[in-house]
């Protein structure tokens, strides 16, 4: 079916970008070959993988080798062309939110398919965008970028809102997915384009120690 | 009714003191309010998340809004008063090992009620207790504070073995609980006032590569 | 059964010595007894553990007490030896070797009894093998050092896919895991001897900010 290959299309765009981003951090690192491939391999299905560890179901990459496939493909990519990576940033900064926008709106679909409620839906839309990363972030021992960054996992819990509201006026299915793909994609692009952030919280202590 | 109801209470007192000391934390680090309820969150539910996986059910803050919002009310609190947080202090500390005592209980009786053994349970109560502190500690970038401090998920276990000795004595499950959890909490408060900690381990090698 | 008894004994060996690497490098950052016996049973439990929980089975520690009881005779045993420890590196070396090989063997193993096909089941032999040291590295707050050394992790991929071999050949079970667990047992031994390593990627960007 036509739809279908166009989510699988695109998908395979979001887990190669991913997969490209956790491998050039990995890079930046010193890390070899391997360790970049697990680096981007975490990142591309990790968000994915905590998700269906929360709804205990098979996570989506040990029934389809396309995730493990295409993380290779995106460490050649960097091996052969790491050079001219840079001139292409903004192309794979456009990857990078179509993956956040996808992976949101699958991570929603898979969770309501299974009967649970819209605010858990939520969580795992904006896991399966984002959780990914942080592991990255883990992996390299940096403090995760999306809890200091501008607007990025905020994004996914908007187009969550955005799904639900459209289904509270009962539109279509696939068109609540739409709208929450959109919304996810160009509060992105105008959070970045414009350097929109979330407050800071105020520090007025020294650190508790708990 | 009335027990449930006072169990209820106590969890919720307890997410909050947890959520608050993640929130607290992450505001040190700088991160933005996202960054600070996902650290929040993940120091008040990540304990029972990771015995919720372990023991193959749904994690409780799946079935039960009440973390997601009360996660929210701590962070509205650090918000709005963050300045006076340093004089609740005390208060604060108390609400935390309020927190560690149910968290070890819960734990223990939902890996007893699924029919685990007591070596299991006690894990399973000191993972509650004591692991979302680690989580905590992962996502802001520090070695986990309780491997290194004084008394703190020792308290759980030694809670738990406490549990254990009361059931071998032929006492009610309710009454285990509270030993239990009494237990816990003094033991906490003992080793805090008097500064007890545990031996450091000798290190007479470098570390090793392995 | 004499087989069964004998793959116990080597487990028990892996185990310990998983264990022991995991207490050791606690203690070189000045962790308690609690803090060391933990770290060092998340590096003897770790890959098994994610393992069992991506496979949606009963991770194996909740069911034998030996993986519990075999990481306190480690940290007893460096709290007792702790000064002698480094002239036994190379035993320790080899246990290690043995204990890498092994957990090969039994992920792998595991995953094709449960139905998996091969792919999946390399994966799950070398997250059995090697995933333990990275949560380790995590724990102590280090980069993963298998992002970044000399073949290791290499060395359970490619066992693995002497077991597939192997096996496409029409050999028995028993003798494919033989050869796996040897192959990765010379691989690991030869590429320490001979300071193999896999190439470093090209970094020729600044880190890319996702």
Do not use: H
Request: charged share 15%; with cysteine; hydrophobic share 50%.
């Amino acid at each position: 079916m036509p739809t279908s290959t166009f989510v699988q299309i695109l998908d395979f765009i979001g887990t190669f970008a991913f997969a490209i981003s956790g491998i050039r951090m990995a890079s930046a690192r010193r890390f070899d070959w391997f360790g970049a491939y697990v680096v981007g391999f975490a990142t591309a299905i990790g968000g994915g993988t905590i998700r269906d560890l929360l709804l205990d179901v098979t996570p989506m990459w040990l029934t389809n080798p396309m995730y493990l496939l295409c993380t290779g493909v995106a460490l050649l990519w960097v091996i052969l062309f790491g050079r001219k990576l840079v001139r292409l940033d903004i192309t794979f900064f456009i990857f990078d939110t179509i993956g956040l926008a996808l992976f949101t709106v699958v991570g929603m679909g898979k969770s309501l398919a299974l009967g649970y409620p819209f605010w858990v839906a939520i969580i795992m839309g904006t896991l399966t965008g984002a959780a990914g990363g942080v592991l990255r972030d883990v992996f390299i021992n940096e403090i995760p970028l999306i809890f200091r960054k501008e607007i990025y996992a905020t994004a996914c819990v908007l187009g969550g809102f955005l799904y639900w509201l459209c289904d509270l006026c009962g539109m279509e299915p696939y068109l609540c997915q739409i709208v929450c793909g959109v919304g996810v994609f160009i509060t992105r692009i105008l959070a970045v384009r414009y350097r929109v952030g979330l407050p800071i919280l105020p520090n007025r202590d020294t650190p508790p120690e708990k």
